[in-house]
């Protein structure tokens, strides 16, 4: 098992933000994810790696909600215990969401699960391909609602194939 140093693993997640901040055309000339950037000039991004056999997620949870930041994302670094790249992310991201919901100081957080392992496009663009390591992004459950309902009063989603469409729960927009 071979393992990066913080810094390394920091730099490749960074590279990989901001790949996601660029306009494209696939998204009518937005940004991949035109939610990103504003985060990180409002310094409300918290960004950190977790390693399950070192703290617990809900650990990770504690020390972001004690950021005070609105969103997050954690890296997630392999070790003796898991493997990413053998995580299959719906399920991780089902279990993750009940666990939050569950939790009264974390009820109205979310998280989106990205794997690079898994075949996911996005306007014909495999955009968690591109991630150098499974990432988790917790949000609150409001912040993602609005996002997503801001995104479907714009063009975002012209390019989007129906069964991306039905996959990202937007109304055809088209």
Request: aromatic share 14%; with cysteine; charged share 25%.
């Amino acid at each position: 098992m071979k393992y990066e140093s913080k810094e390394v693993m920091l730099e490749k997640a960074y590279q990989y933000i901001h790949w996601l901040t660029q306009p494209n055309d696939a998204f009518s000339g937005m940004a991949v994810c035109p939610f990103i950037e504003p985060e990180i000039k409002k310094e409300q991004l918290y960004i950190d790696i977790w390693n399950p056999s070192q703290m617990a997620f809900m650990d990770m949870m504690s020390r972001y909600y004690d950021s005070q930041r609105r969103s997050a994302i954690f890296i997630c670094q392999d070790s003796p215990d898991i493997t990413w790249s053998q995580v299959e992310r719906r399920p991780i991201q089902q279990q993750l969401n009940a666990k939050l919901k569950a939790h009264p100081l974390f009820s109205e957080y979310k998280c989106i699960v990205l794997s690079p392992w898994e075949h996911f496009t996005a306007g014909g663009i495999s955009t968690r391909e591109k991630s150098p390591y499974f990432m988790i992004n917790i949000g609150s459950r409001q912040h993602f609602s609005k996002s997503h309902k801001q995104l479907q009063k714009s063009r975002y989603f012209a390019n989007f194939t129906d069964d991306e469409l039905n996959r990202l729960k937007v109304k055809d927009n088209k």
